[in-house]
């Protein structure tokens, strides 16, 4: 990202701050409360509308005011999609934030864009996700009605893994499957050791709506590997966590690292590895080897 950018974007965010009389939204993500705040009955609107399942009350964990910065020269115009962090800074091509405490931020987003508050959220919550045993994954996640109660399944990898393709082979093939992220899911673990998937109204790739606020019991997990043929392969421990870590979201939060660590472990028994091509063929054995349910593509 260029360093003139980032001057401006910080410039920007000098006169951005809470005040008095600004519209507030409570979203309920995973398990953490969120209130946003903004003075833009637009972006109160937008927002409103995508998060309609999502809304909440009570006390939030956290809370964040946005600002939406008209279009300035090519102030949003940038192909990097990483983010680019620097202490309680943190830029990208829709967005620019600052911590202003341990709870608080503000930010300062592209006009007209979903993406611009998605990517936001993506970099604010997982630091309040971990503290309540929860991880942001770049993943897919499916939950589907086996034996009259819903199982999920997560498939992640980095960019260009196969995360949509799964999801879009799999919402084609089988009328049962809910689909609860193409591109970024929430996997939890309670104190006794369960594990759940939560639906994650983050942006997708193959859908552009946000899921049903479903939270599942996690059945698998697995980690793509695009191939010529289906085979569902076990991974040590180990490898588990080392995969875990490599996609979950905004791993730059080194004081994370020991809850990150600790919070794959939980989940690493479950990680296998799934090679797959381009039809719904691995599903049926996901399900198969997951619940003892086969899966028989519709015609």
């Known amino acids: ?34 209130d946003i705040f903004t003075s833009s009955t637009a ?31 090519d102030l949003w115009e940038d192909d990097d999609a990483e983010f680019t962090v620097r202490g309680p800074l943190a830029f990208q091509r829709d967005f620019a934030a600052e911590r202003i405490g341990p709870n608080q931020a ?38 589907r009605k086996e034996a009259g109660a819903y199982r ?25 499957a809910v689909l609860l992220g193409d591109d970024g899911v929430i996997i939890g673990a309670t104190e006794d050791g369960k ?13 552009r709506i946000a899921p049903p606020p479903l939270v599942v019991p996690l059945q698998g997990l697995f980690a793509l590997e695009q191939s010529d043929h289906h085979e569902i392969l076990d991974l040590a421990p180990s490898e588990g966590v080392a995969a875990l870590l490599a996609s979950a979201m905004s791993v730059r939060f080194s004081e994370s690292i020991e809850e990150r660590f600790q919070l794959s472990l939980q989940f ?9 091509k381009k039809d719904a063929g691995f599903w049926s054995m996901v399900c198969l080897k997951g619940a003892g349910h086969e899966f028989s593509p519709e015609i």
């Open 106 to 143: 503000v930010a300062v987003i592209a006009p007209g864009l979903d993406d611009a508050f998605h990517n936001l959220l993506r970099w604010y919550l997982p630091p309040f996700l971990l503290k309540k045993g929860c991880f942001l994954m770049h993943a897919a996640g499916v939950a």
């Open 268 to 276: 690493s028994v479950e990680v296998k590895k799934i090679k797959f």
């Open 1 to 34: 990202m260029q360093e003139s950018r980032i001057q401006r974007l910080t410039e920007e965010l000098k006169s951005t701050f809470f005040k008095e009389g600004d519209y507030q939204l409570c979203l309920e993500i995973g398990r953490v409360r969120l």
């Open 195 to 207: 594990l759940f998937l939560y639906s994650a109204p983050l942006g997708c790739g193959y859908s």
């Open 152 to 176: 999920g399944y997560v498939f992640f990898g980095q960019s260009g893994a196969g995360k949509s393709t799964t999801a879009k082979l799999i919402s084609e093939a089988d009328s049962s």
């Open 43 to 73: 972006t109160l609107k937008r927002m409103s509308e995508y998060f309609a399942d999502f809304l909440s009350s009570g006390p939030a964990d956290a809370s964040i005011y946005i600002r939406t910065l008209a279009p300035l020269d």
